[in-house]
């Protein structure tokens, strides 16, 4: 079993967390394979997903020791355990509920809270959180994240919503712990086809341009 400080380096190492809102739940465990032959390890799989804490389970059971499965869009302490005993070893949140924090904490899970402002931001990293996760940043850009570690260098954030391939490395310069990476990854059309090769070709795009970005 991965300790919360490994599962933290394998999150900021290459930096992408692939956010999967799957159409059905048999999408997974392909979907994931192909993410990580990509390079793309940390995959987060959202309560919006049909069957998600199955699919998290079978995901784990799978592909547990070569990729890391989370759950994503939990909105409380219990689907945090749900999801948990699934195998899910990291939990993504898109708002700011300190319950959450300490339900992962107390399987020494590390936590993503959702926050906007700086004010959240803070509040977030003060409740416990091991990263803050700004949503949506699509309309903010990378230029937000800057000015947020301006004064609050300590956040680690992990901006989602609107990170593409032509933001990706200015995000990743403006101080991101890592990138939550949706649908400029997981395509709509890419899902429907089940096009998993372009999928793993779409992935290591990614992960040459952060790489590049962290150097």
Not at 93 to 100: D, F
Not at 165 to 179: E, H, I, P, S, V
Request: charged letters at 20%; proline letters at 6%.
């Amino acid at each position: 079993m991965r300790s919360k400080s490994e599962i933290i380096s394998l999150l900021t190492d290459p930096s992408l967390i692939a956010v999967v809102r799957a159409q059905r739940s048999e999408q997974v465990l392909p979907l994931s394979e192909a993410l990580i032959a990509g390079g793309v390890i940390a995959i987060e799989i959202t309560m919006t997903t049909p069957n998600a804490i199955e699919a998290i389970r079978g995901a784990s059971q799978e592909i547990g020791t070569r990729g890391l499965i989370g759950v994503g869009t939990v909105l409380d302490a219990k689907t945090c355990r749900e999801a948990i005993e699934a195998g899910a070893e990291f939990v993504v949140t898109p708002i700011m509920r300190p319950e959450i924090v300490t339900a992962a904490h107390a399987t020494d899970k590390p936590v993503m809270l959702g926050a906007y402002t700086p004010t959240e931001a803070q509040l977030a990293h003060e409740a416990g959180a091991d990263f803050i996760k700004i949503f949506p940043a699509d309309k903010l850009g990378p230029e937000y994240i800057k000015a947020i570690r301006a004064p609050l260098p300590h956040l680690r954030i992990v901006p989602t919503g609107g990170v593409d391939l032509q933001n990706a490395a200015a995000f990743m310069k403006a101080g991101c712990a890592a990138l939550g990476v949706g649908s400029s990854l997981l395509a709509a059309q890419i899902l429907r086809d089940g096009n998993w090769s372009e999928l793993t070709r779409l992935a290591r795009e990614f992960v040459k341009v952060v790489r590049s970005a962290s150097r």
